[in-house]
């Protein structure tokens, strides 16, 4: 088992068995099978391929004529169900007990790759890998409600060695500003910049699945209408925790769902300009990932080069590593395509030689753990008490010592230095340790006394100290030898008599120089270091505010993202035009349209939205100076505190005076506690405020928020009415007709072809019969086509605008 550390978190992998790469092959249906050149074995997993000699080279040729491949199965006229069940099931079942797996499409350009992977998505029957797979997960979850599931999904792209997210589409992900980049760690290699999405159930997994697929870049040559110029890697991540143990072990796995795009010659494919390109990319990617299988299959390679591209770096994970690999080569069986498949069945023949060590990804729970061994220790605790009541040994405590047994201890050991106490009772370790450590500390209280009281009566020089030593030479405080008076005691200090007027009974003076050094270093420095969160109740990390002001011109609101929210609607006594003014043939601009609706059928919203951001501006200001005051407040604490620190350390160093157990200070720190006491107050009483005038703002915020959504959403129903509905059916849209301005989208208005529920519907009636489980995969590709139609149909009315 090796273990690995990344923060908080603890992953152990166990080491798996070894294993061989699986591959298949799978032939496309055709018309004209070569059955003369490609014949298959009889156990179904061996294929042959027999030439004719050229005879053009002449008598003496020894061109190779027959080969022979070995493989783990051939997929000749399978259905897609077959494909699955013999490639892909195995797999996928694994990676919910913690293993990693990997399944790659291999193969020529139009032999049927994407169709295997992903399949038709129009057609439920027909669909691939990729979608069985998914569907294969959530049924497997269902299946084990002993175990909390989460699954997240991303898609990758690796085109012209560039990489992008085809869900990077989606509203809430957007494109990043950062390129992605293939980051390493000992967990793996992961893609920094890729977006990772939770699906909670089947039909947002879909959703997702066919917004990246209709985001994939494909071209039309000779040999494919449809031909994926990227690779592409779907992904799926499965972490799983146990509901029914309380264990920090739970496992995680990785699927890689890997659709490469299709090597070419480019004297068939007839490629040109951008898609000649595109395809020069896609065989330079293949090549390196033939080199990378070529030596991960060389046991005595000490290299393999990963990172000569994109697609071998991203699957370095996959290939040869922690994960069960499939490869799936889809070939030609047609004789004219003869020397491609025999490319195609080379490379699975060598990807055949790789072995790769599956094994259980297992990470600990950092939080969990701890959890559990507090249980533990607790439990560990109660054995003792058992066993030392069994021993006769009741007053034994393990706990950790509070302030009142230490001030004992502390108190013991006084006792026992002053010859008092001749004993000191010891039951248990912590004790020893605390013994030993309240001797260090009445040491050096008893060096601070001794200090303090020959600082009383004596001036204290270092004798390395050489500009002291002349400083007391020439004050005359020296013998006739030059030596200084009294002899040393041995701690490189000498003893002298002290001149009177440096006795430690005129202090004034020192303390008024502190409190104008004080005084100084905070007009200076404007600010003080945060108060500790034990002499106030209110945490001073809160204090430090900094005013934000939202505030932003109307005009500005046209540019910001319309966001869908359900919102009461506001009451409104605008006016409404009786009869409308003639259409211009060019609609205005959309901020010159804004205004006149301001003035006209959106005044009464806009009122209400300027009176709400007045109230908020106002709060704000409130709110501003409120927050000064309390910085100025928390800034006169800090001050006050240092000058009672000082007051505290001056007491300490002459002495602490008692009278009944009562600490006896001065009149100058007694007010220092009295001004400090009553900033605290303020402080408290300020802050309340703040965080009532904070909720205010908060709410009045949320007004201003839905008054702007609501003039944005009138504003569109206006505009599109007004300037993109044909005239014809504004009769409908008048008031007191059947419709409601807004209630009918306008690109339902402008596009009237067959509705998509009633496309929906009628798909259901024929298709549920035959699989009850393909509501899902229809609920999330109506879904995908309603979106993009819709933007479709945006896009034609912003060109329609321009022209």
Known sequence: MMQRKNGNKHYFTKMGTRKKVRAFVRVKPTDDFAHEMIRYGDDNKSIDIHLKKDTRRGVVNNQ??????????VLHNASQDLVY????????????????????????TGAGKTYTMTGATENYKHRGILPRALQQVFRMIEERPTHAITVRVSYLEIYNERLFDLLSTLPYVGPSVTPMTIVENPQGVFIKGLSVHLTSQEEDAFSLLFEGETNRIIASHTMNKNSSRSHCIFTIYVEAHSRTLSDEKYITSKINLVDLAGSERLGKSGSEGRVLKEATYINKSLSFLEQAIIALGDQ???HIPFRQCKLTHALKDSL???CSM?????????????????????????MKLITTEPAINEKYDAERMVKNLEKEL??????????????NRTLVNYDPMDEIQIAEINSQVRRYLEGTLDEMDIINLRQIQEVFNQFRVVLSQQEQEVESALRKKYILIDKNDFAAISAVQKAGLVDVDGHLVGEPDGQSFGLGVAPFSTKPGKKSKSRKTFKEQLSSSARKEGASSPVGGKDLDVSFSKTQLTPSSKDGDIKDMLLRDRETSNIEPLPSDSPKEELRPPRSSTPPSKSVAFEDFKNERGSEINRIFKENKSILNERRKRASKTTQRINAIKREIDITKEALNFQKSLREKQGEYENKGLM???????????????????????YQDLCDLRAEIQYCQHLVDQCRHRLLTEFDIWYNESFFIPEDMQVALKPGSSIRPGMVPVSRIVSLGEDD????????QMMLPDGPDSVSFYNAKVKTEQKHNYLKTMMGLQQTHRK
């Open 64 to 73: 190779q004529t027959d080969w022979s491949f070995k493989l783990d199965g």
């Open 85 to 108: 069940e013999t490639v892909a099931k195995d797999v996928i079942s694994q990676a919910l007990d913690g293993y990693n797996g990997t399944i790659m499409c291999y193969g020529q």
């Open 300 to 302: 005595k390679r000490d």
């Open 320 to 322: 040869g590593g922690n």
């Open 326 to 350: 499939v490869l799936v080569t889809n070939i030609y069986g047609d004789a004219a395509q003869l020397e491609e498949t025999l490319s195609s069945l080379r490379f699975a023949s060598r």
């Open 378 to 391: 607790a439990l560990l605790k109660q054995e003792l008490a058992i066993h030392d009541s069994l021993a």
């Open 664 to 686: 006896i200070i001065d009149e100058e720190e007694f007010l220092l506690i009295l001004k400090l006491k009553d900033l605290k107050k303020q402080y408290r009483t300020e």
């Open 757 to 764: 529920q009633d496309k929906f519907s009628q798909l259901q």
